[in-house]
């Protein structure tokens, strides 16, 4: 065996251990066939108010302009599907990714334990994790690296497993073994298209960022347009519709991480509770969550929208 492929290996086993569902490994290089795609996006105004997806166009089409020297790209999956679903008495609902801790801090420390057992038992690499806080095309990246293909909701798809995980990257200045793309397996299906009731997937694979109700809810600092009244299927917080309706996320299984777990108040929340919440019941069922990103007034604002 190489040096390179015992790198690898190495790297693969420790993200197992560490709790990832999947490695891959890519090339870091430029996107070639990713920048014509994010360039008419971009022109059609997908991105609504989210102009930070304008920012960086180069670093984020080229994770060598993003790392410099890197060579490596190491994408991972980090399973976040929860044992139990919330939203039992039509009360409003928020994605299953925020009904624990913050991912961002969760998950990022985990690449940064396998950046850390990467130099302790390599060498001296240079790199950096990257957890959907910088200008990287994550879904493109786990595409390259094998970790499954793009699907018609444009979310990343993967057999046996679904789409319901994180990915984060770990772009590293260490040349390793690379893996080979996976075909595509979505073949006629339509169901995330039939199912999307504000119909933001436009097309396969293209989802208009402007009319998705995850936008809105989060994204969307402004009032809400009147012409979305009774769209938003109870979601104050996020969207798993297109996800819900896949039939590849039969295959989802429950996570095993402790700080996923909904906080205990989250679970004991009723339709009449969303409605009368407070900023101090907001501050302490949310202190550790991605809903923390809306603020109060974001979230009363989604509430109050879903009344009819």
Not at 27 to 33: D, G, H, I, M
Not at 49 to 58: A, V
Request: aromatic share 12%.
């Amino acid at each position: 065996m190489n040096t390179k492929t015992k790198y690898t290996e190495l790297i693969k086993s420790e993200a197992k251990r560490l709790g990832f569902i999947s490695c891959g490994i890519s090339k870091s290089e430029f996107l070639e066939e990713e920048a014509p795609r994010l360039e008419s996006w971009l022109n059609k105004n997908m991105n609504g108010e989210m102009k930070y997806m304008e920012n960086h166009f180069d670093k984020r089409l080229d994770t060598t302009k993003l790392v410099l020297d890197s060579k490596s790209v190491v994408s991972l999956l980090y399973n976040y599907y929860p044992s139990q679903i919330l939203n039992s008495d039509n009360s409003p609902k928020i994605s299953k990714y925020a009904y624990g801790n913050d991912y961002h801090f969760v998950v990022k420390e985990k690449v940064n334990e396998l950046l850390y057992f990467i130099r302790e038992n390599i060498g001296e690499v240079s790199g950096r994790a990257f957890v959907d806080s910088a200008p990287i095309l994550e879904k493109a990246w786990a595409a390259k690296s094998g970790l499954g293909w793009v699907g018609k909701n444009s979310n990343l798809i993967t057999k046996k497993v679904g789409s319901f995980y994180f990915i984060t990257e770990l772009i590293i200045d260490l040349d390793l073994d690379h893996d080979y793309k996976q075909t595509d397996h979505c073949g006629s299906c339509t169901a995330c298209l039939d199912a999307c009731p504000t119909n933001a997937i436009v097309e396969p694979c293209v989802v208009d960022g402007s009319k998705c109700i995850s936008y809105f809810t989060i994204e969307l600092k402004d009032s809400i347009p009147n012409s979305m009244k009774g769209m938003f299927d109870d979601w104050m917080f996020g969207c798993d519709i297109c996800q819900d309706v896949c039939p590849w996320n039969k295959f989802s299984k429950a996570h095993n991480e402790p700080l996923f777990n909904p906080n205990p108040d989250l679970l004991s929340m009723t339709k009449k509770d969303w409605e009368e919440i407070t900023l101090e019941t907001f501050s302490k069922v949310f202190s550790k969550s991605a809903v923390k990103r809306t603020k109060f007034k974001g979230l009363k604002r989604n509430i109050n929208f879903l009344k009819h």
